[in-house]
């Protein structure tokens, strides 16, 4: 399984960015998605994650900002990033996990966010 990141960038406090996972593989449909980050100096945190039958859950950080979706027909997870503050600075990565053996990380996607 490999995972790609994108849609990282410079983002204004208050704008918006969206963020992509695109994933290969056909079991990526079936299994948990989520989004880490870890900001400069950092221990890397989880952010969000969208199980195979949709549920969502946020970090309380995030939550009611950020929006995370998936779209398998694609085999891609987007995290919709509303409002983001300066603090949300950080690189982000995509994961897909499920099974013991099955736990894989994409490459992060950078996000600045200026005041």
């Known amino acids: 399984v490999q995972l790609q990141a994108s849609g990282g960038g410079l983002a204004q406090a208050g704008g918006s960015l969206r963020l992509s996972c695109a994933a290969s593989?056909?079991?990526?449909?079936?299994?948990?998605v989520a989004w880490h980050r870890q900001a400069p100096g950092k221990q890397r945190e989880w952010v969000a994650h969208?199980?195979?039958?949709?549920?969502?859950n946020y970090a309380d950080s995030v939550k009611g900002r950020f929006t995370i979706a998936r779209d398998n027909a694609k085999n891609t997870v987007y995290l919709q990033m509303n409002s983001p503050k300066p603090e949300d600075t950080a690189v982000y990565y995509c994961?897909?996990?499920?099974?013991?053996?099955?736990?894989?990380w994409g490459q992060g996607t950078q996000v600045t966010v200026s005041s």
């Open positions: 593989g056909s079991r990526f449909s079936m299994n948990t």
């Open positions: 994961r897909t996990y499920g099974a013991s053996w099955y736990d894989y």
């Open positions: 969208i199980t195979s039958g949709g549920i969502t």
